[in-house]
């Protein structure tokens, strides 16, 4: 079993998986839609595009063949909050598939899992063999009349890139994990150009939780644009790293306080494609409309060098970058030839400025939301650590004597 | 009796493959996915075969293994030792537990050992970022990694070669 500390009892542990699919199985597709819009949910894997017309767009798309496919490519640095609810709240996500499929009159699921989880695979089959089994996919689900829905588990091969939707799509159809151009949206031009829904795993599991509880109780939490609670994973320099089911909305600083990290010079929010809040941002919300992620928390405190977290991060996006584009593949090796010149003292400002606009020229200049965000973190360590990433001198560098 | 050769052999069993998984192309990565787990990689004669099965060019099944991390065109070792280097592992000391398997394996990050049995890699963010330093073998992940630590799991390992792998600290459902 995964060690993994859960702060809390997570709310998903009260749902009932068959009561949230019995109550889709006894409504239209046009009442689930509305039931799931009438939530505000807001997809969980980062981007935040409202779930319920996600659906409604696909439910409108013309196709013989639909598609419902599950995002668990978690690939996110700092993200392991799918980890968690595969394995311990599988069937609730299947259910949130198969609600899905229902609402958009899709016959075949895909739960595309990252190679690294490969451990997970076989209790995840297990737990669908069981559906099977119960009448729960399949033919005439739940006895319903024309309700059938079957899920496959595709794996991943070690492409951080293939998370990306269009890209997840691409390796799902046998092809390298490159992005495409949208549009197309994958809602109607999707897995072999048919009509796709794709969701994030913890997107599936708070929809099939509104299914039960209905969309008021899942609005009373949050803020008005963000709604409901959401998974964080929470690492690096706090007492207990883990998973926090915290509301939308919840301030930087209030979140910190509820993991031991009240003492942090800086937090990377969002993950590698985030950005780090620093001090003097605290009181920011965590929210689709202040600072958004998909639930990626990384803790820094006072002793860390904010040039090694830049440096970590540009390294990360110099590795995954599809090379699509050139702005991608070439602009951020050159933040971290930045990078690493900073660490020996030998970039001056001005170049320092230019490689600046570089960085915003890639966030304009890419495809795809790897590059539109890779610049990200450097960006917000330049803006906001100035004084500690200048004048440094190779080997001597003491970061928690730094002003920041 | 029928006298396979190797390459028959090859063929053969690519062949159940495909037929398992079907013969489109989004049985490709599947398809290979089998043969780097059976093969520890996969050979330039396998993929032509499989290109020939699905009716697409090899060049295309080249640009697929060569695009994804866990592929392989040069043979792996019988273990590969996936060493997590993103952020959250390298805050809590990836450094020491990568330089202990370079010293215990005798070998650098990229390499397999000469007997083909072990391979040191670097891996990005494999999900264990609140119990790093993290490290998958295969596909069995370690969490909290000591410097120390890195002897037994290698030793775990050998133990395939002899008699029967003992589970310890094995994360699963
Ligand atoms: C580089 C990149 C990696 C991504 N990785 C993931 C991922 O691992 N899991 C995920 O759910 N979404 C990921 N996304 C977001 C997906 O593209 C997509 O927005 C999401 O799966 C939609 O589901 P949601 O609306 O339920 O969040 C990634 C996006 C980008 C640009
Ligand atoms: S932005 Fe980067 S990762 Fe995205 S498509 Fe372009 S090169 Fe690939
Ligand atoms: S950073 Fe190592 S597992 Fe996430």
Redesign the interface.
Known sequence: ?????VDKKLTFRDMDPDVSLKAAADMSSAEIIETVSASSLRGRGGAGFPTGAKWKFCSRAEGDQKYVVCNAD???????K??VIL?RFPHLVFAGMSIAARAVGATRGLLYL???????R???M?ALQKRRDDGLLGDEIMGVDGFEFDIEI???????VCGEETALIE????????PRNRPPFTADTGM?AMPSVVNNVETFAWAAAIMEKGPEWFRVVGTDQSTGFKLF?????IDR???YELPLGITVQELLAAVGGENAKAA?IGG?SGRVVSQAEFNRKVCYEDVPTGGAV?V?GPG?DML??AE??L??MC??S?GQCTPCRLGNTKLLECVRMLQEGTCSAAYLREIVELGESIHLASKCGLGQSSGNIFLSIVENFREEIMGRALGAVEPATLRS | MVLLTERDRIRQSLSELVERYGNTRSSLLPILQDIQRQHYHISEYAMQVVADLLGIHPVEVFAVVSFYSFLDFKPRGRFVIRVCRTMCCHMQGKDRVARQLETDLGIKFGETTPDGRFTLEYANCIGMCDLGPALLVNDRVYTEVTPNEVHHIIEECRKVFGAHAVQSQEVGL
């Open positions: 079993m995964i060690k993994s500390f978690e690939g996110e640095p700092g993200t392991f799918d980890r394995t990252r190679g690294e989880y490969t451990y997970l076989e209790g995840l297990a595709r794996m991943g091969s070690g492409a951080y390796s799902l159809e046998g092809h390298r994990g490159e072999n994973s929470v690492s690096g320099d790293p883990g998973v990377v590698a990384i820094f860390r090694d977290v970590n991060f390294e990360f590795e995954e599809c």
